[in-house]
């Protein structure tokens, strides 16, 4: 049961969908009507810069289904994905703003178990689960600790509805006036196009529980992630994990290098995991997970690499 809540009627509530490609068409589709079926007051669509994929998501999206409005919108800020949230957010007066992405559906009772928390006055944000559609199409060597570099949660993460400093990009929604008195989403962090930095959820979570008020994880609000062929490759592996390094060092600049503390707690975990991971693999010679013990050290390495690495900027 969360502490402190009030009885009020249900909050209304936009969903918050972002978009830069035509690759993902198809998903888009499929994210909007996932959200649809959840009933919420709207769905807004933002187009990044992309003007075909506009003028498509405009005639095949835009329209009304039950008491849902589907609206798309230009992103009216610069490139990016910060950008387009914070163009979405200024595109309606809704008390709750949820955000998926657009290669995304959510499992029915979504939208129920995000809300729920929202009842307690001190939750400023809530975030979900976001699982891999297509878990077989990992490689064998691929540690599911790592699931974040391919913005899915990863092993290891609460069970239950838990405290946290930061919610997942994926899957996530806000009190829209905590956002407004915030500034929203810092448009100098995130990604912009297909590069592979981000961060820009965790700097905002951190903004705004400095002020006092509370972020929680509710893993029954979940979502399922189509993960692209092309990002479960060792190559990407590496560059997700410098960029995540980047852009935790540019955090740590920003706001005085406090609220680090998940991010040491799970270098020692992986640590841990890697060498009992990597100890029993050997011992029954199973190749398989000595390749995921010495991912879980690579992609440790990178990472404190990527925020050593001197920040300009």
């Known amino acids: 049961m969360v502490t402190g809540a009030s009885p009020e009627a249900r909050p209304s509530i936009s969903v918050i969908i972002c978009a830069h490609s035509l690759d993902r068409w198809e998903l888009l589709r499929s994210a909007v009507s996932s959200a649809t079926a959840e009933k919420p007051d709207d769905v807004i669509v933002v187009i990044d810069h992309n003007d075909r994929l ?6 095949g999206l835009t329209g009304t289904s039950g008491p849902t409005r589907i609206r798309v919108i230009a992103n009216s800020h610069q490139s990016g994905l910060s950008g387009a949230r914070n163009t979405g957010i200024e595109s309606t007066d809704a008390t709750i703003v949820a955000f998926i992405d657009d290669d995304a559906e959510v499992i029915p009772g979504w939208m129920r178990h995000l809300l729920a928390p929202f009842s307690d006055t001190t939750v400023v944000a809530v975030g979900g689960r976001a699982m891999p559609a297509r878990p077989d199409r990992f490689p064998a060597w691929w540690p599911p600790e790592y699931n974040w570099v391919v913005g899915c949660s990863w092993a290891g993460l609460p069970e239950a509805l838990t405290e946290v400093r930061n919610v997942i990009g994926c899957c996530m929604a806000f009190r829209r006036d905590a956002l407004v008195e915030t500034d929203g989403f810092d448009p100098a962090l995130g990604r912009v196009g297909s590069n592979a930095a981000g961060c820009e959820e965790t700097e905002l979570c951190i903004r705004l529980r400095r002020g006092g008020a509370r972020v929680l994880y509710e893993p029954r609000a979940t979502v399922l992630h189509h993960v692209d062929d092309r990002r479960l490759t060792a190559r990407y592996f590496v560059r997700r994990c410098w960029s995540e390094g980047r852009s935790k ?8 290098g406090g ?24 011992l029954r010679l199973e190749w398989s997970g000595i390749a995921r013990a010495a991912a879980l050290v690579g992609g440790l390495c990178t990472t404190g690499l990527g925020f050593a690495w001197p920040v300009r900027g």
């Not at 060092?249 to 005085?256: K, M, P, Q, T, W």
């Not at 609220?259 to 050997?282: K, M, N």
């Open 54 to 59: 506009l003028m498509n998501a405009v005639e």
């Open 249 to 256: 060092a540019r955090i740590s600049r920003r706001l005085d």
């Open 259 to 282: 609220s680090l503390g998940p991010e040491r707690r799970f270098a020692i975990d992986a640590v841990r995991q890697s060498i009992s991971t990597g100890t029993r693999a050997t």
